[in-house]
């Protein structure tokens, strides 16, 4: 029979591409969303009637992670073999202004899961695994490079801090009650699918703009900022690899390979030929109040253990988004009729 999973922020980023892979693999894939009012489902909706040669496509629930009655709920129909925690209020400048909402939702909303989880399999006599998306921003102020599983932990956001006590929950109930629970430490991933308010997707989503004319220009924060940037669709299939293992473990995932977000600019814009400098303009509002300097991964391990590599390089990536995004801005400026 299939596997089954339930991933939560199935229609997020790391979602969508979590979800194409599983059901490529034959897996009975079940995703969580919450109610809004307006739809939200533009990654995902390729995947609701069939993908990948299973018939039955992506199956959709609504729920939410501050809402633990209606986790068990849905755990309890869906009676899943992995539970992924994706769902998140992810972006870290963002926390800063919502610090009380990241922390229930990204924190205790890991726990609400977990605690849902082991009842759920100790009720059932079940062994559903789980995985935990962890962050680089647990790092913070780093005083270890590259960053690896034992590197301490210097939370430096509001996010940050909800990740680290999410990520210590499933550490304890995997010793405590012996649940197969992974901690997956990823540095950052992008796609054309990242939201368009993370800094990688709104550089390449305004230089394609500016190059068409629609747009003037681009404001950003701290360009000196250094990051180890890789492709979601890679890291996904990390998540994957590690509930498969004999025994749970806690991973890091990155390229090795670090870049300033202001090479990543020069990247873009060469993509469309213009010159950044020319439309970037910087804007206070756009630093943290606790700014994260320095991110570069040590992920030895999760190439020894799970037989891991990334496959896009850092050129590659930024190439896919600015083409994805030229594509949108050119339907965008067809829709104006021009």
Request: with cysteine.
């Amino acid at each position: 029979m299939s596997k089954v999973a339930l991933i939560t922020g199935v229609t997020g980023q790391d979602g969508s591409y979590l979800a194409e892979l599983l059901l490529k693999k034959g897996y009975e894939v079940h995703g969580m969303v919450r109610r809004t009012s307006s739809f939200a489902t533009g990654r995902i909706d390729h995947l609701r009637n069939g993908f990948g040669g299973n018939s039955r496509g992506l199956q959709l629930h609504y729920g939410d992670l501050g809402d633990g009655t209606g986790i068990r709920r849905i755990i309890e129909q869906v009676r899943p073999d992995e539970v992924y925690n994706l769902a998140a209020q992810s972006h870290v400048r963002i926390s800063f202004d919502q610090p009380e909402y990241t922390a229930d939702v990204v924190g205790l909303g890991t726990l609400r899961i977990l605690e849902a989880l082991r009842d759920h399999n100790a009720r059932h006599k079940r062994a559903a695994r789980f995985y935990q998306a962890g962050s680089s921003e647990m790092f913070g102020k780093v005083v270890e490079i590259p960053q690896r599983e034992t590197t301490p932990f210097h939370p430096r956001s509001p996010y940050a801090c909800a990740k680290v006590y999410g990520h210590m929950q499933t550490l304890n109930y995997r010793e405590a009650y012996g649940l197969f629970a992974c901690n997956g430490i990823l540095f950052n991933h992008e796609s054309p699918r990242r939201g368009e308010n993370f800094v990688t997707r709104k550089i390449t989503r305004s230089a394609t703009r500016i190059k068409l004319g629609l747009q003037d220009k681009l404001a950003l924060g701290n360009l000196e900022a250094r990051r180890d940037w890789g492709f979601a669709g890679d890291y996904v299939e990390a998540m994957w690899m590690m509930l498969q293992q004999d025994q749970p473990d806690d991973y890091v995932i990155a390229t090795g390979e670090e870049h300033t977000v202001r090479e990543f600019l020069d990247r873009a814009f060469d993509c469309v030929k213009l010159d950044w400098k020319k439309y970037v303009e910087i804007e206070q509002r756009f630093f943290r109040p606790a700014e994260v300097d320095r991110l570069l991964g040590d992920a030895s391990k999760a190439r020894k253990v799970l037989g891991w590599r990334p496959r896009v390089t850092f050129d590659g990536l930024v190439k896919m988004m600015v083409e994805a995004d030229l594509e949108l801005a050119q339907r965008e400026l067809r829709s104006r009729g021009k």
